[in-house]
C-alpha cells in the first residue's frame, strides 16, 4: 500500500509523510517536533515507523523541527550538499564578544606576550595587533559557559545522507528522483517518489515551472503543487515592496494564476490526485486558489477523472491511498 499525508504546508511549516512498502520517509520537518508528532497522531501515522527524511530546502518553515525530530528518532536526513552546509550554518548558533570581554582579551594576550622570550613576544604582538583590527571577532562559546563544558552541537544528526538533483536514489522501498527547482535556497528541489508502481510529484517553492520541472511532473498517478498567492492580493497586501519582489520573482513563489496555467496547458493530466500547496495566509484565498485549479483542469477536460484538494497549514488533509 502507498500512502500520501501532508501534516502541514504554508509559510508557518512544510511536513509530509510518504509510504510505500515497508518504508515511511518524511519530507520536510517545519514543525516543532512535538508539533510533528500531534500532527502524525492526529492521521493516524506513528513517528516511530519513520525511516528517514528528506530536505527540500533549508528555509525554516522546511527545517524548524529537524534535528530534534531526527534525533529523537534516530533516523537519517537526507540532503543535498549545499542545503546541509547552508542549514548547519543556520542553526549553529553565533556569539559575539563584548566590547569588555575584547578589551580582557587584548590585555591577557599583551600580558602573555610581555612574559614569553623575546622573538616569541614580538610575534604575540603582532598576532595582537591583527586581532585588533579585526575587531568583533565570533567567540565560539559564551564567555560564561565553563571551559569544562561539553560543546553541544545543534546540528548534530544521527546520520546524514547526501543527495544530488539528477540522480536517482533509493530508501528502502521508496525511489526518489529529486529535480533542480527555482527558489531562493542554495539548492532548492522537488521530488517525484516511486513505490509499488505508483508515482508522486512534490513540487513547492518554485517562483516558475522551468521545463526540467516540466518534464519531471509527467505520467504521475499524484501531484503536489505550489499555489501560494493571489497577484492582486499579494501587490495590494501588507507586504513591504521588497518582499512582494521576491515573490513575484522567478526565484520566489508559483500564483495560482501560474499554477492554473501549467495546468490547463503544460500538464498531462495524468494525475488522479492534484494537490495545492504552500498557499499564502496573507496573500490568498483557498478559495480563489481552488477556483483557478479548478477552471484550469476543466479546460483540459480532465476534471471528471481528477480529485482536487488543499493542503492546509493547521493541521493535516485525510490521507491518500494507493
Not at 531526527?70 to 549545499?82: D, H
Not at 529529486?178 to 517518489?193: I, N
Request: negative net charge.
Amino acid at each position: 500500500m502507498v500512502r500520501f499525508t501532508v501534516l502541514a504546508s504554508g509559510s508557518k511549516g512544510n511536513s509530509t509523510v510518504v509510504s510505500g512498502g515497508k518504508t515511511r520517509i518524511l519530507i520536510d520537518a517545519g514543525l516543532s517536533c512535538r508539533e510533528l508528532f500531534r500532527r502524525m497522531a492526529l492521521a493516524d501515522e506513528d513517528p516511530k515507523t519513520l525511516d528517514a527524511i528528506v530536505i527540500t530546502h533549508e528555509h525554516t518553515d522546511h527545517v524548524a523541527g529537524l534535528s530534534v525530530t531526527a534525533r529523537k528518532l534516530g533516523i537519517p536526513v537526507y540532503f543535498t550538499e549545499a542545503t546541509h552546509l547552508a542549514w548547519a550554518k543556520w542553526i549553529t548558533p553565533r556569539h559575539r564578544t563584548t566590547y569588555a570581554q575584547w578589551i580582557e582579551q587584548q590585555r591577557a594576550a599583551r600580558a602573555a606576550a610581555a612574559e614569553a622570550p623575546e622573538e616569541e613576544g614580538e610575534i604575540a604582538v603582532l598576532a595582537t595587533e591583527a586581532e585588533e583590527e579585526a575587531a568583533g571577532l565570533e567567540a565560539e562559546e559564551s564567555a560564561s559557559a565553563p571551559e569544562s563544558a561539553p560543546k553541544k552541537d545543534p546540528a548534530r544528526l544521527p546520520r546524514l545522507e547526501r543527495f544530488a538533483a539528477g540522480e536517482a536514489f533509493a530508501i528502502g522501498d521508496i525511489r526518489l528522483s529529486p529535480f533542480t527547482t527555482s527558489h531562493d535556497a542554495a539548492d532548492p528541489v522537488g521530488f517525484v517518489l516511486e513505490s509499488e508502481g505508483v508515482r508522486m510529484g512534490y513540487a513547492t517553492d518554485l517562483g516558475y515551472v522551468a521545463p526540467n520541472v516540466r518534464e519531471q511532473l509527467r505520467g504521475l498517478n499524484l501531484l503536489l503543487l505550489e499555489s501560494n498567492h493571489d497577484l492582486e492580493m499579494l501587490r495590494d497586501g501588507p507586504y513591504p515592496w521588497s518582499i512582494k519582489q521576491r515573490v513575484l520573482s522567478r526565484v520566489g513563489h508559483l500564483s495560482n494564476e501560474a499554477t492554473a496555467e501549467f495546468l490547463a496547458q503544460e500538464y498531462d493530466g495524468h494525475a488522479a490526485h492534484v494537490i495545492l500547496a504552500h498557499l499564502s495566509e496573507n496573500n490568498n484565498l483557498p478559495d480563489l486558489a481552488r477556483m483557478a485549479a479548478e477552471r484550469a483542469i476543466a479546460e483540459r477536460g480532465t476534471a471528471g477523472s481528477c480529485r482536487l484538494l488543499l493542503a492546509e497549514q493547521q493541521q493535516p488533509i485525510p490521507s491518500i491511498y494507493f
